[in-house]
């Protein structure tokens, strides 16, 4: 199918296969906004329900402590409730 016909959701699943993606990756690689990445994302996720594939999500981890055991894997915090450091890398989403 050629990729001009394809959805910007089916062209977002393609990419997830190919590697790990964050929200915020995804909306700058497709010129949307973030919200709209993660609207994606979690439709795409109960379309793979019926398939093979599942939707990996890599947690957000804290860039200064390392902390990964955040309540909401798929968001990124605001903050490290373990250090308090605001420098959080977005959970990555991949299709495998």
Do not use: W
Not at 30 to 56: P, R
């Amino acid at each position: 199918m050629r990729e001009a016909s394809r959805t910007t959701r089916q062209r977002i699943a393609d990419r997830l296969r190919d590697e790990a993606m964050a929200a915020g990756t995804i909306a700058n690689t497709f010129e949307i906004q973030t919200s709209t990445a993660l609207t994606h994302v979690e439709h795409i996720a109960k379309s793979l329900d019926a398939t093979d594939e599942q939707l990996l999500v890599a947690p957000p981890e804290c860039e200064r402590c390392g902390f990964t055991d955040f309540d909401d894997l798929t968001n990124r915090p605001s903050r490290c409730p373990e250090c308090k450091s605001e420098s959080v890398a977005e959970p990555a989403y991949r299709i495998g």
